[in-house]
């Protein structure tokens, strides 16, 4: 039913994903300076109540049947990718870190996602990004022990 992810032989057994269908957190992106928000705030409730109300539930069911020609087992999948997701949200986005760690996240994101103009393999992207990425999350880590002491 599900295929595995590739795993890092040296890694450390831990591997994240986005986990929603719908955008990277699970939530309609708002666009600043968008010529529609009215339509982004529909989608939203739309997307709310095809998760709360049984009615819609049923209607969005018999819309992947019907229109998608969704089987029995593609219907089970679905439901369980979204419990499983549901168990272990996790935010993988950027925003409010620096715009220097965001454009590292952004190329190495594009890159998984999209292949760019050259292909690359997984263990490759995370080389190319690694000395980049990795000193750009201790310099955001420092800032967060700093305003952690101011805490205290």
């Given at each position: 039913?599900?295929a ?6 040296n ?14 957190d699970?939530s309609?992106?708002?666009i600043?300076n ?15 109540f095809k ?13 992947l ?5 969704w089987?029995?087992d593609?219907?089970?999948m ?14 993988g986005?950027?925003?409010?870190v ?20 050259e292909?690359?393999t997984?263990?490759?992207l995370?080389?190319n990004?690694?000395?980049a990425?990795e000193?750009?999350i ?7 022990d ?7």
């Amino acid at each position: 039913m599900f295929a595995p992810l590739p795993r890092d032989e040296n890694g450390d057994g831990i591997y994240y994903m986005p986990s929603s269908f719908y955008g990277l957190d699970g939530s309609p992106v708002l666009i600043m300076n968008a010529p529609n928000p009215e339509g982004e705030a529909l989608l939203a409730s739309c997307l709310r109540f095809k998760a709360i109300d049984p009615v819609v539930i049923s209607i969005d069911e018999q819309q992947l049947r019907n229109t998608y020609l969704w089987n029995d087992d593609m219907i089970e999948m679905s439901k369980e990718c979204q419990e499983i997701a549901d168990e272990h949200f996790l935010i993988g986005t950027a925003n409010n870190v620096s715009s220097s760690l965001s454009s590292v996240y952004d190329t190495l994101s594009r890159s998984i996602v999209r292949g760019g103009r050259e292909p690359s393999t997984w263990a490759q992207l995370r080389e190319n990004n690694r000395e980049a990425f990795e000193y750009y999350i201790e310099e955001l880590n420092a800032i967060i022990d700093e305003f952690a002491e101011t805490l205290d």
